[in-house]
Structures are given as C-alpha cells and as structure tokens.
C-alpha cells in the first residue's frame, strides 16, 4: 500500500533533515498514528505520501505509484486516491457544507458548477450518504462558517470520502479541537476505518488518543523512527 524507502527530506533553510532515511510499509487496512513531538517530522512524512512533498532522497511507493517518478497526471491520478484532513480543516468559506463536501469529488468541475451547485442525482446522493455518515446532514444547506471546529472538521471528512480514497491521511486533524471533541473525531475516523478496512494514516501528538485508537503507533523523532509497534507494547519511554 505504502512503502517507504530510505526517504530523507532537508528543506532548503533546515539543518537537520526533516526525514532521515525513514524505512518503513503500511499494509492496507492499518490504522496507523504518527506521534512525535513538533518538528518531528510528521507533517512532512505525511506531505511525502500525496506527492505534495518532494524528496532529497529515497523512495516512497504509494499504491505501486513512484511518488518521485510521476508526472503531474499520474500525480493528480494519485492524488484522487489519497483523501487528506487538515488541521486548519481548509474549507472553502462563504460556502455550505453541501458545496464543500461537492469539492472532495468534484473539484474538477469549473467553480461557477459548483457554486451554482449543479450536480446528477448520483453525486448529490453520495454527498448525501457522506454527510449523513459525519452527522451534518441536517447542516447541510449551512454555511461552514457558522460550524464548530468539530463540524467544520466534520466537512473535512466528509469531503475526503466522498473520493472514495483507498488511504486517509490526516496531518494533526484535531490539534486544534478540545479533547472530547477530539475523542469524537476518532471515533468516526474508526468507524469510517473499520466499516471499509480504510487504511488510515494520522499525525497526532496525544499519546492517549493515539493509544486509544491507532492499531499500529509510529513514532517520529528529528526525522527517524523511533517507535513501531502496536499501542499496547508502547512503553511510557517510548
Ligand atoms: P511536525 O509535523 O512533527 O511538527 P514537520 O514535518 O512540520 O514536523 O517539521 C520537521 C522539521 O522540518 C522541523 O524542524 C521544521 O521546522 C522543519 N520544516 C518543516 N517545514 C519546513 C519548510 N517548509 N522549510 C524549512 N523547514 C521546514
Ligand atoms: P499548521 O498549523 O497549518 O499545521 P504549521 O505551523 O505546522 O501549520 O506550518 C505552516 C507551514 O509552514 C507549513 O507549510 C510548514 O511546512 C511550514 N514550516 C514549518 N516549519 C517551518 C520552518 N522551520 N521554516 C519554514 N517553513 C516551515
């Protein structure tokens, strides 16, 4: 599914690398937690994955795409099945929640389509399903500016599904939540995990989420692994 080899990315300004020379597979189905602490590297280990990253060195093999190799129509390819979540959620403002989730999928389409929503019964029913499944259908006609940041991250979901992606990645999607928001969102991305064997891929810097949910925990310190194993072996050390 995912392969990582020798990988070592410094960025220009850095002078440690950001990766250095990571090693390491994700068989599909994992659901895997990146910790480290910040600056550990996890944003960019995930940034590598979708090709938004490039490489110094190494190799990563994504879904039998060379990530380093493609031209930027394989990498668009790619990039369709690799839904991502953010942080900062990157929704489109002054737009619903309905619009938004559209854009997961139908990016692709010209902006005015969008915005005057002008969609087949085929994708307003997936869009459908997805926000029932995140339990924003009720919103779904709200502006996302007038969300929660659980809501809004709620969107991010959503948006990422409906691409149907064959891995999710998630860059620190609840560093910006509350913790009982935060245990919320894991639960869905389980759920979501554990209803289509999803594989999952999810920087978070709280041991105890990433105990709680991950089944597999790597961990990143100045670029390199240093844990990789299930939760349950990971001692307090670690
Ligand atoms: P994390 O997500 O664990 O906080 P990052 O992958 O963001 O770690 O960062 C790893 C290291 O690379 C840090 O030392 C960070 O300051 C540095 N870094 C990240 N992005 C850039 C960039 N665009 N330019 C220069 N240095 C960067
Ligand atoms: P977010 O809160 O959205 O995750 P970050 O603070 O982690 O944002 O980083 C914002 C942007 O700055 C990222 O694109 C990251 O690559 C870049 N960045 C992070 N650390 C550095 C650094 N030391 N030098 C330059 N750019 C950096």
């Known amino acids: 599914m995912l392969r990582f080899k020798d990988v070592s990315v410094v960025y220009e300004d850095g002078e440690e690398p950001a990766l250095d020379s990571l090693s390491l597979s994700v068989e599909k189905g994992e659901f895997v937690c990146v910790l480290g602490r910040s600056g550990a590297g996890k944003s960019t280990f995930i940034r590598t994955i979708n090709g938004l990253q490039p490489l110094t060195a190494g190799n990563v093999n994504v ?3 060379d990530v380093r190799l493609l031209a930027e129509k394989k990498l668009r390819a790619l990039r369709s099945e690799v839904g991502m979540i953010f942080q900062h959620f990157h929704l489109i403002p002054r737009m619903s929640v309905r619009q938004n989730v559209y854009t997961g999928r139908f990016g692709q389409k010209p902006p005015w389509k969008n915005f005057l929503g002008i ?4 994708e307003r029913k997936l869009a459908d399903y997805y926000m029932e499944e995140v339990g924003l259908l009720p919103y779904a006609e709200r502006r996302v500016e007038r969300l929660s940041g659980g809501q809004k991250q709620r969107v991010g979901i959503a948006r990422a599904m409906v691409q149907d ?13 509350d913790p009982t928001t935060s245990d919320h969102i894991f639960q ?3 759920q979501l995990h554990e209803e289509r064997n999803l594989t999952t891929v999810i920087n978070v810097h709280d041991v105890g989420l990433a105990k709680k949910y ?3 925990i790597i961990g990143l310190k100045n670029g390199r692994l ?3 194993g299930s939760p349950i072996d990971m001692s307090e050390n670690d």
């Open 188 to 190: 869905l991305l389980r």
């Open 214 to 216: 991950a089944s597999r």
């Open 119 to 122: 969609y087949t019964a085929e």
């Open 165 to 177: 992606p064959s891995i999710l990645l998630g860059d620190e999607p609840v560093a910006s939540l």
């Open 226 to 228: 240093v844990y990789d």
């Open 63 to 65: 879904l039998g795409y």
